[in-house]
């Protein structure tokens, strides 16, 4: 069975400083990752995916993020965080066998000033 | 380029009632897919329609529904409303769609509170 496990339901972080979120999947197959941002009263944008190309993928604004199959992790970076940044974040597998997409729990990133 | 348009915004249903929700996607997407956001479940996949035919769906029982136009604009329907239905509906367009791991391109959501 597939799943995406968000570890951090929330992440305060001063701007500025650096920001890490952590998505584990499992998936039988070699599965698509990607991640979305949703600000308050919004829909979701995609911040980048991965098509197992290169595992580190740039995205949008700065972030990036690395796929480690060994860890079967996909985490979110940003060197420096900017209040813009406030938003909830969501880690998305997408496995083509059955053609199941799913959503982690989301992580609530708080940027303080 | 216009976005992705959901109608209505905001609204309120009973229990037992149907609700109907619109959504009109890019110009030249030929993909919705549809989700249900809610703060207990997260975020859930409905379903995805393609040119008018639904290829993926989720795990939802039947009172779910949706179909797509021939101009791409996607309706869904829930019929005989629970309590539990009371959630921020998302629908997403895209030019390939979920399959070949589109971008996908959200509206704003159709927020549904069952009384």
């Known amino acids: 069975a597939q799943s995406v496990t968000q570890l951090d339901s929330h992440v305060s972080v001063s701007e500025g400083t650096p920001v890490l979120l952590r998505c584990n999947y499992s998936?039988?197959?070699?599965?698509?990752l990607f991640w979305y941002v949703q600000h308050p009263n919004k829909g979701l944008q995609l911040l980048l995916k991965?098509?197992?190309?290169?595992?580190l993928v740039k995205g949008i604004n700065g972030f990036e993020a690395e796929f480690k199959k060994s860890e079967t992790s996909f985490h979110l970076t940003k060197p420096s965080a900017h209040m813009s940044d406030a938003a909830e974040y969501f880690c998305?597998?997408?496995?083509?066998?059955?053609?199941?997409?799913?959503f982690g729990g989301g992580t609530r990133v708080l940027v303080k000033p | 380029k216009a976005g992705v348009t959901q109608t209505p915004r905001y609204l309120i249903k009973t229990r037992g009632q149907q609700v109907t929700l619109s959504c009109s996607p890019i110009?030249?997407?030929?993909?919705v897919s549809w989700y249900q956001q809610t703060p207990g479940q997260g975020l859930q996949f409905l379903f995805e329609y393609f040119s008018e035919t639904q290829r993926n769906k989720g795990n939802f029982p039947g009172r779910f529904s949706g179909r797509q136009f021939s101009n791409s604009r996607s309706e869904m329907n829930v019929s005989t409303l629970e309590l539990g239905d009371s959630a921020l509906y998302l629908c997403?367009?895209?030019?390939?769609?979920?399959?070949?791991?589109?971008?996908?391109?959200f509206g704003e959501g159709s927020r549904l509170t069952v009384l």
């Open positions: 998305v597998v997408f496995q083509a066998a059955g053609n199941k997409l799913t």
């Open positions: 997403a367009s895209s030019r390939t769609g979920i399959v070949n791991t589109g971008e996908l391109f």
């Open positions: 991965y098509t197992s190309a290169a595992t």
């Open positions: 998936s039988s197959y070699s599965p698509s």
């Open positions: 110009s030249g997407h030929r993909s």
